[in-house]
């Protein structure tokens, strides 16, 4: 039996005796919604989570989710949905959580976002639906704002416990067929928009395994892995096909999927998995890594399963790890549940800059992970035999606020010292790799070598070819890769839905097509014509 922050029974019980006390009162004014406490979910005890890979963070009780639901105080101008990139009713399914109808309320989220059980868990909401929330400003404090991810969460748990989830309508066949290359989140949200109106839709994917950063990158204590394998067996049932091991640029040219085998629409979602390395003296040492090749060791191959798999591991005792963002705070806590005895980040601003999530930078303090602010590695030292023995660290002060608005690190001359170290894990930010753009002639990219698309719809310099998330925006979050995805799978719907349209209207009277049916050899014609050339 694990060991919890605070025993889950608990938790349920007060929640429980309060709900019972409220409800006594009829409806609540804003005073009395204001006063309700914050409802916290059961967490697993730090001592006894830092070794595990178990998930960290339970869901809310329900009651806890009724409670939480009844802070809302329905804002007629409502902020958190402003915050919200795709623009989710937080109210309506608050509302609806608050009045027990799960039911109601999961299909709320679900008109608007696809993967509220990833997105309640891993969604930097401190910053997007709850930093303007009404009750957080009311309290003064962002920190008890209406959980609203929690609830999320909750709600997307709650329905996939209940029952296999309902497939969702999938239209008559189109005839027509759409590619989706990466199956992270903006491929996933195209495949199953595009699905929705009846195309044939192939997800190609580079690695064995399906998911994107979602698989191999964010660990399984902060995102179990049965979670992404529902959301993928419901894109499966609803007849999405898969294509694993399919690199498009070197297995299949992404030019080739229109040109030779009859894909009518291709999406690009193939993310931002190139790492960056600083570059200083000593990276090319021996235990150096990047963080997403050690994550992608730990979770995708198995490497959390010693003896389960022959993935190798190195394993080190005192690791130091860094960068100030989620992929930090992922490489640093699985560093310790891989066995380091001693794992410290190592970030050049202060803390209020830190990009990952307020939760995780918490859970990591917690679990013993030392974070030193203001400080970084500019050179890594190595034994004499090639391997990490240090690294030399540099300390910072904060100047003046550059492009992204955050406090620039000045480095304060002279100030630096040797940290012993056996290991280095990188995770100052990932590129996109240029396989897929340097194979696709026309197809044009940014100096960053991001794919340039159209605001409004996501297509891209070629016609017919979409784009949208991390290839895109640059390594950004889960729930902008969705929203890209989204945007594009709307395009790509227009496009093939007035083509059916036209093509019916051309057709011969007598042989008129079916305005759902498709005139391949016309539309192939019209395809030859126009690959390879750039768009107006
Ligand atoms: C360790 C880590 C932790 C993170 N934590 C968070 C978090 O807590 N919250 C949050 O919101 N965001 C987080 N992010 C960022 C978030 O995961 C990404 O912004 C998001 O996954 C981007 O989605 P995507 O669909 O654009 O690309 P990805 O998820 O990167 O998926 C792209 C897929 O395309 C495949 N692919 C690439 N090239 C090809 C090709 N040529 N042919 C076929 N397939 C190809 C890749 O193998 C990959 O599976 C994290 C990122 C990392 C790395
Ligand atoms: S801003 Fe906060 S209080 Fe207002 S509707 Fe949204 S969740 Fe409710």
């Avoid at 809310?60 to 902020?79: D, F, G, H, W, Y």
């Amino acid at each position: 039996m694990p060991r919890y922050v605070e025993d889950p029974n608990k938790l349920n019980a007060r929640a429980r005796g309060l709900l019972e006390e409220l409800r006594e009162k009829g409806t609540l004014k804003m005073k009395e919604r204001l006063a309700i406490p914050v409802q916290k979910p059961p967490v697993l005890d730090p001592g006894e989570r830092s070794r595990w890979q178990e998930e960290v963070e339970k869901p809310l009780t329900p009651a806890q989710a009724v409670l939480e639901s009844m802070r809302c105080i329905q804002c007629k101008n409502p902020a958190c949905v402003k915050g919200c990139p795709v623009a989710i009713d937080i109210p309506e399914f608050l509302r609806l959580t608050a009045e027990g109808d799960f039911a109601a309320a999961i299909e709320v989220i679900k008109r608007t976002s696809l993967l509220p059980a990833i997105c309640g868990r891993v969604c930097p909401q401190e910053r997007q639906c709850q930093m303007d929330c009404a009750v957080g400003k009311s309290l003064k404090d962002v920190g008890l704002a209406v959980a609203i991810g929690k609830v999320e969460r909750f709600l997307a748990d709650w329905q996939r416990n209940q029952a296999q989830a309902p497939i969702p309508r999938v239209k008559p066949p189109s005839g027509r067929k759409v590619a989706v290359i990466g199956s992270g989140p903006a491929g996933l949200v195209v495949a199953a928009d595009c699905r929705r109106e009846g195309h044939q839709v192939t997800l190609f994917e580079a690695f064995h395994k399906l998911g994107g950063v979602l698989r191999y990158g964010i660990p399984e204590f902060r995102l179990p892995k049965e979670v992404v394998d529902a959301e993928i067996d419901l894109l499966r049932r609803m007849g999405v096909e898969f294509r694993t091991n399919f690199v498009v640029g070197r297995t299949r040219k992404l030019l080739d999927l229109m040109d030779k085998d009859g894909y009518d629409a291709v999406f690009i979602g193939s993310g931002a998995g190139l790492p960056v390395f600083t570059g200083m003296p000593g990276e090319d040492l021996v235990g150096v890594f990047s963080a997403n090749e050690y994550l992608t060791r730990a979770n995708m191959m198995g490497a959390i399963h010693p003896g389960r798999t022959d993935t190798p591991m190195f394993s080190s005792r005192r690791t130091v790890v860094l960068g100030g963002g989620n992929v930090a705070m992922d490489a640093c806590r699985m560093a310790q549940r891989l066995g380091a005895e001693e794992v410290i980040v190592l970030y050049r601003r202060g803390r209020d800059e830190m990009p990952a999530r307020a939760e995780e930078v918490e859970h990591a303090i917690e679990e013993g992970i030392e974070i030193r602010f203001l400080e970084n590695a500019v050179a890594v030292l190595g034994d004499g035999s090639g391997r990490v023995r240090a690294v030399t660290v540099q300390r910072y002060a904060l100047g003046e606020p550059d492009a992204s608005g955050r406090r620039r690190p000045v480095p304060i001359e002279g100030d630096t010292y040797e940290l012993p170290a056996d290991a280095v894990l990188v995770a100052i930010g990932n590129n996109s790799n240029p396989l897929l753009t340097s194979t696709t002639p026309g197809l044009e990219v940014n100096a960053r070598g991001n794919i340039v698309v159209d605001s409004e719809t996501g297509r891209t310099s070629l016609e017919r070819v979409y784009a949208g998330g991390d290839i895109v925006l640059g390594a950004a979050t889960v729930i902008l890769a969705m929203g890209e995805g989204r945007r594009a799978a709307r395009s790509i719907n227009e496009m093939l839905a007035r083509e059916a349209i036209e093509e019916a209207a051309d057709a011969p009277r007598s042989h008129a097509a079916p305005t759902t049916h498709w005139a391949p050899g016309r539309l192939r014609w019209r395809r030859r014509a126009h690959a390879g050339r750039r768009g107006s």
